[in-house]
């Protein structure tokens, strides 16, 4: 029975996760901020821990109670949209903030944490970036917050590959299309349940060939 950690678990693509790993079987430990979240997650079969990515000292808390048990998928999924700008309009301080706290300092103070675990299933790491984080395919002004997050998420994804790589664990950025969320909206094209069925295809498919690589939930290689 593999172990699966989905970091962010409360909502749209993480409790999606949660959903299906533990429907197949898995050992699912997922995380969340409010206590009512738990209940649904265990309800769900999952082992239920706390998290708020925007707080290190809770990050370190849910390092010691994972303890260095080993994981075979750990799933970063928590993260924030930031402000819907056009154009180059300026973000606040606490905007940047908040979206560069969660979207990539809490990756990078996670990874660590997670990787005595990782290397001891020889498992894999995916970080749930998005398409806009893409420099080579940027076509567009919307959202650049974000977008500048995600590319960050990307090259933390990438470093840690060198590294974790070398203990023979996978690590994957993919971006789970436009999917219909709370942060992805009603227009969005992707249901939620789509979108993770082939999330979960292309990581059970991964193999250390696909280390280091930015991939869409079809399976296509995308350019950083
Ligand atoms: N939906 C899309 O179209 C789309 C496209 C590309 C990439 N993505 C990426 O996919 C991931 C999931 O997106 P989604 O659409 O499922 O978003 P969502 O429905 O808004 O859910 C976001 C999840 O992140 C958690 N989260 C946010 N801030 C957190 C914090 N400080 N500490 C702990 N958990 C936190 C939320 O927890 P709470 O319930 O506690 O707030 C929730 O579980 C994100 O990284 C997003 O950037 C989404």
Redesign the pocket.
């Known amino acids: 029975m593999p172990t699966v950690l989905v970091?962010?678990?409360?909502?749209?693509?993480?409790?999606?996760f949660v959903r299906q790993y533990a429907a197949d079987g898995a050992r699912v430990i997922a995380?969340?901020?409010?206590p009512q979240?738990a209940e649904v997650l265990r309800a769900l079969g999952a082992r239920a821990l706390p998290?708020?990515?925007?707080?290190p000292d809770?990050i370190a808390a849910l390092g010691q109670q994972l303890d260095g048990q080993p994981i075979d998928v750990a799933l970063?999924?928590?993260?924030?949209?930031g402000p819907n700008t056009t154009e180059l309009a300026p973000p606040s301080r606490e905007q940047f903030d908040e979206v560069m706290?969660?979207?990539v300092l809490?990756p990078m103070q996670l990874i660590p944490l997670l990787a005595q675990g990782l290397e001891s299933a020889q498992g894999k790491l995916a970080a749930?970036?998005?398409?806009?984080g893409s420099i080579g395919l940027a076509t567009d002004t919307n959202s650049w917050l974000?977008r500048a997050s995600?590319a960050a998420l990307n090259s933390v994804v990438k470093t840690a590959s060198i590294h974790l790589g070398a203990r023979g664990v996978v690590c994957m950025a993919l971006?789970?299309?436009?999917?219909?969320?709370?942060?992805?909206?009603p227009s969005?094209r992707?249901d939620?349940r789509d979108?993770v069925t082939a999330l979960r295809r292309v990581i059970a498919a991964a193999n250390r060939s696909h280390n280091g690589r930015f991939l869409q939930h079809t399976g296509e290689q995308l350019e950083w």
């Open positions: 970091v962010g678990a409360t909502r749209g693509i993480g409790l999606e995380t969340f901020r409010r979240d998290l708020d990515a925007l707080d809770s970063l999924v928590a993260g924030v949209g706290r969660t979207n809490a749930i970036s998005s398409r806009r974000y995600k971006s789970p299309g436009w999917v219909r969320t709370d942060m992805g909206g969005a992707l939620v979108s």
